[in-house]
């Protein structure tokens, strides 16, 4: 998952849990709300009755000490005003149940003494619960709006900002990384950034990516410069021991020895060709100019490793019908890519084994499969097979150096064809070759 779906999502299901715990809490906060507003028109009802009293006297509500009441129609507010004792005081609002016309209704009563004169008056002014918690619903509908439309904006926000802030690390992953073909690089280029953090990332990158580089450079040239001065003394050996055996007077028992020798440095001279190509294929010292179907390379392959399939009885059947043109590739190398690839399934299947090869169209692209009925490779093997030297557990071959399949990866990195390798052991092994559409014909009608 990136990091910046990642931080989206973090910022969604943060959101949440505030959006939860709100309209958990918000019945209590609209109550409080609602409690609060209307405690604070009781008090301005209130002062307005003072007032009025003050400015029009005590009499303007009351007649001959009686008590005054007036009640709203549906009994929703009422006011009350009588005297009391001198002594008594009160000040206080707080819920409390009133006896109206034989009901007994809720109200939020504001309770309030004052004195006139020489006279002591309870004022009461009330509000009913119902009245007051109509409005619950409303507020807590809108409220939920306002949030949920807030949250929204705030996740669109942090997904603009997160994108924002995160471009130069998206851009220093394909442009430094991903969009760099290994281990040929770019000359450095500076991700303009205000992060201190992706600045450091970048020259670091960039400083990691030299080293690589120079490694991979020395390790080319040593193996070019190694493969061609290992040549000159191993061909001078091998003509010394031919002219040693056109000497009349050599010894049967040094003959042997001699021949033994031979065959190490034949052995000695292929490894040698075999890691020079391998670095003249990576320092691209091949032209890719060349077209050639896939039946005619296929076919060439056939005739050159057909006296190894008869020697070991292997039948070898050529799927390859559509008559597909590889155009902008080195024959060559192409040749022995195949040539590679069928000769370890000749080399490692059982005898009398099969070997089917299948040319076929996947979609867009072109694929060669090469299926043998061999020993198979091991599951644990199976992602080191490429690697130089690296000789399989299962192979009882003293000929084989594990430089065959590297070539293959080698001439395939260097034609853009990727290698599918799937085997199981004791079964056998399918190698698919897939070739990038540029390099194929005309495809057949789909």
Same mark, same amino acid.
């Given at each position: ?8 999502l973090f910022n969604a299901i943060s959101k949440l849990v505030i959006v ?5 809490? +918000?019945?209590?906060?609209? &109550?409080?709300? %609602? ?28 007649? @001959? ?30 819920? /409390? ?16 003494? #004052? ?5 002591n008056y309870l004022l009461e002014i009330g509000k009913s619960s119902e009245?007051?918690?109509?409005? *619950? ?6 409220? =939920? ?49 205000? *992060?201190?953090? #992706?600045?450091?990332? @970048? ?12 490694? #991979?450079?020395? &390790? ?21 021991? &031919?002219?040693?055996?056109e000497q009349d007077d050599i010894a049967d028992e040094l003959k042997v020895? +001699? ?14 060709? *075999? ?6 294929? /990576?320092? /691209? ?14 076919? @060439? ?9 008869? @020697? ?19 024959? =060559?190398?192409? #040749? ?30 072109? *694929? ?11 599951? &644990? ?7 130089? =030297? ?23 990195? =260097? ?6 390798? %799937? ?24």
């Amino acid at each position: 998952m990136k990091l910046q779906t990642k931080l989206t999502l973090f910022n969604a299901i943060s959101k949440l849990v505030i959006v939860t715990l709100f309209i958990l809490l +918000l019945p209590n906060i609209i &109550e409080n709300i %609602n409690k609060s507003y209307t405690d604070s028109r009781l008090v301005k009802q209130k002062d307005k009755l003072l007032q009025y009293v003050r400015d029009k006297g005590i009499n303007y509500y009351m007649e @001959d000490g009686q008590s005054y009441g007036s009640y709203l129609p549906l009994k929703e507010e009422y006011i009350s005003l009588a005297e009391v004792e001198p002594n008594y005081y009160l000040d206080t609002i707080k819920y /409390e149940k009133r006896l109206v016309e034989r009901d007994t209704i809720d109200y939020r009563i504001l309770s309030h003494t #004052f004195k006139v004169g020489k006279s002591n008056y309870l004022l009461e002014i009330g509000k009913s619960s119902e009245t007051i918690g109509e409005t *619950t619903g409303p507020l807590q509908n809108i409220a =939920f709006q306002i949030l949920l439309g807030m949250i929204l904006l705030t996740i669109l926000a942090d997904q603009i900002f997160s994108s924002y802030i995160l471009r130069p690390l998206s851009t220093i992953i394909r442009t430094k990384l991903i969009g760099n073909k290994f281990p040929k690089f770019t000359v450095y280029k500076e991700v303009k950034t205000t *992060t201190s953090d #992706f600045q450091h990332l @970048d020259i670091s990158i960039h400083k990691m990516v030299e080293t690589i580089e120079t490694k #991979f450079q020395k &390790e080319r040239e040593f193996i070019s410069n190694a493969s061609h001065e290992l040549m000159t003394p191993i061909s001078i050996l091998q003509s010394k021991i &031919e002219n040693m055996f056109e000497q009349d007077d050599i010894a049967d028992e040094l003959k042997v020895r +001699l021949l033994e020798m031979q065959k190490i440095l034949n052995r000695l001279k292929s490894i040698t060709k *075999t890691l020079l190509l391998i670095s003249q294929i /990576e320092n /691209e010292q091949f032209l890719k100019e060349d077209t050639i179907t896939v039946k005619e390379l296929v076919e @060439d392959v056939y005739e050159e490793i057909s006296i190894r399939l008869q @020697d070991r009885n292997i039948s070898l059947a050529l799927l390859v019908s559509d008559d597909v043109k590889l155009v902008n590739v080195n024959k =060559f190398l192409l #040749f022995n890519l195949l040539f590679n690839l069928i000769n370890n399934a000749i080399k490692y299947n059982r005898p009398n084994g099969e070997i089917t090869v299948t040319g076929q169209w996947v979609k867009d692209y072109y *694929t060669i499969s090469i299926t043998d009925t061999g020993i198979g490779i091991a599951e &644990e093997e199976l992602p080191y097979i490429f690697n130089r =030297f690296k000789k399989l557990k299962q192979s009882l071959s003293q000929d084989s150096f594990g430089l065959g399949l590297p070539i293959v990866m080698s001439i395939a990195t =260097f034609h853009k064809i990727g290698i599918i390798v %799937n085997s199981e052991k004791g079964t056998g092994s399918t190698f698919t070759l897939t070739f990038p559409i540029k390099l194929t014909g005309n495809a057949p009608a789909k």
